[in-house]
């Protein structure tokens, strides 16, 4: 089954056996702008004037090498980093700010919140909760929204969890997880929302090599079904595979952008092609 794909509710009809998401209709893809962004820690010029579009339902994955931005322009999409200058649009309302005059003033946090709840993220060290079970992980963040009752969730966060591949696992917790499998479940907790865009913060980078390939084959179920991805990557074959639009990055600048054919395949600019050499 993949995420593309919807099904009417059904009860279980043996123990452990998954059940189809419930009829609750998902969040439709949305489009991210990102607008003269620019962050400073210290003195140190982190984002450098960055403008960047994904149109809803695309791939966009940000390469570049480490201290280039790449991370911090992710967590400013959600408002996890507040930008000195610039903003965060997704489908046209700015994300943690808000006009006033000529001006942005901060949201409050409530406010801020109840955004990122249409925002997922998945974080490259999972950031589980170590007392909760798979199922209660899955699960917590629709609950505490309202978003769906606990016996709504519950029955959801399987049908996720079975997406992919952990219907097995609904009652472990982290700790006795590999780390595939504790991403996968991440990514579950990020879709149990049903966000609007997903965030990916290089998520296969914390894994072995062996398990690699799980968390990619999932991410690459999503990048089929419509969703907007943004996901921060070094696995340049991956980029290649299911970007529309690969964007590097280098010293907080956008230095080149376009389809994996030409950015990846064809780079006209030196600095791309000599990350390029170096990683390929």
């Given amino acids: 089954m993949t995420f593309a794909q919807t099904t009417e509710s059904a009860r279980p009809t043996a123990p452990g056996q998954a059940t189809a998401a419930p009829a609750v209709a998902p969040a439709s893809a949305a489009a991210v702008e990102i607008h003269d962004a620019h962050k400073w820690f210290g003195a140190h010029h982190v984002l450098a004037g960055i403008s960047l579009a994904v149109p809803a339902g695309e791939v966009a994955v940000i390469l570049g090498p480490s201290g280039s931005g790449k991370s911090t322009l992710l967590r400013a999409i959600n408002h996890l980093e507040k930008l000195d200058v610039g903003h965060v649009a997704i489908n046209g309302e700015l994300i943690g700010v808000r006009r006033h005059g000529d001006r942005l003033k901060e949201l409050p946090e409530r406010a801020i919140l109840a955004q990122r709840a249409r925002i997922g993220f998945v974080f490259q060290n999972f950031n589980l909760f170590p007392h909760l079970t798979v199922l209660d ?95 921060v990557t070094h696995e340049i074959g991956f980029a290649r595979e299911v970007a529309d639009l690969v964007v590097f990055l280098d010293e907080g600048r956008i230095v080149e952008q376009g389809p994996p054919s030409e950015v990846l395949d064809n780079p006209r600019h030196p600095r791309t092609r000599e990350f390029l050499s170096k990683v390929l």
């Fill in 137 to 231: 992980n899955v699960t917590a963040a629709p609950v505490a929204t309202g978003r769906l009752s606990r016996a709504e969730a519950a029955e959801f966060a399987r049908a996720l969890l079975t997406r992919v591949g952990l219907a097995d696992k609904i009652n472990s917790y982290p700790r006795q997880l590999s780390g595939g499998q504790q991403q996968r479940v991440a990514i579950a907790r990020a879709l149990a929302l049903r966000p609007g865009v997903i965030l990916f913060d290089e998520p296969t980078s914390a894994l072995d090599p062996e398990l690699v390939g799980d968390v990619l084959a999932v991410i690459r179920d999503l990048a089929s079904s419509g969703t907007t991805l943004v996901i």
